[in-house]
């Protein structure tokens, strides 16, 4: 069974520091792996996928990563910003129909 | 760029109480996928459809039922709610079935109040 992880839970930083978001997975088998933003009761933002061809996608100041032999993959957010602050979670395609969230890493950055 | 829609936004029933809840996907996508997210939980796949058809099949209650229309709009029955159902519903759509190129796109969810 497919199991998705997120490692910290929480993280709360200053302004204008670098910062990476780990998230690992068990199932080797996954094949695309998504990051999303949700910022508190509300919907789901994608950020970036992850297709199993590729080891990296980037958006501004994220950067996204997939090792699929370690089963791990990493959101890098370069220079945070408050209005970075959220909860991210990465999800895991490990089949066409559906897809395994992580619990989350809820990601404050103080002015 | 046109998104998936969801309605309502919020909904409060009572105990023992139907829901209907709505999903537009985006258009042209054939593919939609109903997610529950509970208080402090990642979301849970309950069930999706292709091409009007259940597709696969999650965590989803026997009192809840699903469908997906002609126009690839999808609804979500709730029956007999109690409230341990209260949580936020997503949906999400994609193309070509959910092929393994193809990303989710979630909509704003409903968020469900069981009284």
């Known amino acids: 069974k497919q199991e998705v992880t997120q490692i910290p839970a929480a993280l709360s930083v200053p302004e204008g520091e670098n910062l990476v978001l780990n998230c690992s997975f068990t199932?080797?088998?996954?094949?695309?792996l998504q990051w999303f933003r949700q910022d508190p009761g509300k919907g789901l933002t994608s950020l970036l996928l992850i297709q199993s061809s590729q080891r990296e996608q980037t958006s501004g100041r994220l950067n996204a990563s997939l090792d699929k032999s370690s089963g791990r993959s990493t959101l890098y957010i370069a220079a945070s910003q408050p209005g970075d602050s959220a909860t991210y979670l990465c999800?895991?395609?490990?089949?066409?129909?559906?897809?395994?969230f992580g619990s989350g890493t809820r990601l404050s950055i103080r002015p | 760029a046109a998104g998936v829609i969801q309605s309502p936004r919020h909904l409060i029933k009572e105990k023992r109480e139907t829901a209907t809840l709505k999903c537009y996907p985006i258009?042209?996508?054939?593919?939609v996928y109903w997610y529950q997210q509970g208080p402090g939980q990642d979301p849970q796949f309950l069930i999706s459809f292709y091409e009007k058809m259940q597709s696969d099949k999650g965590s989803i209650p026997d009192r809840f039922s699903a469908q997906q229309f002609s126009d690839y709009h999808s609804e979500l029955n709730m029956s007999s709610l109690e409230l341990g159902d209260s949580a936020l519903y997503f949906c999400?759509?994609?193309?070509?079935?959910?092929?393994?190129?193809?990303?989710?796109?979630f909509g704003s969810g409903t968020q469900l109040s069981v009284l």
């Open positions: 258009p042209r996508h054939d593919t």
């Open positions: 999800a895991g395609y490990s089949s066409a129909s559906k897809i395994i």
């Open positions: 999400a759509s994609s193309a070509q079935g959910g092929g393994t190129n193809e990303k989710l796109f």
């Open positions: 199932d080797s088998a996954i094949y695309n």
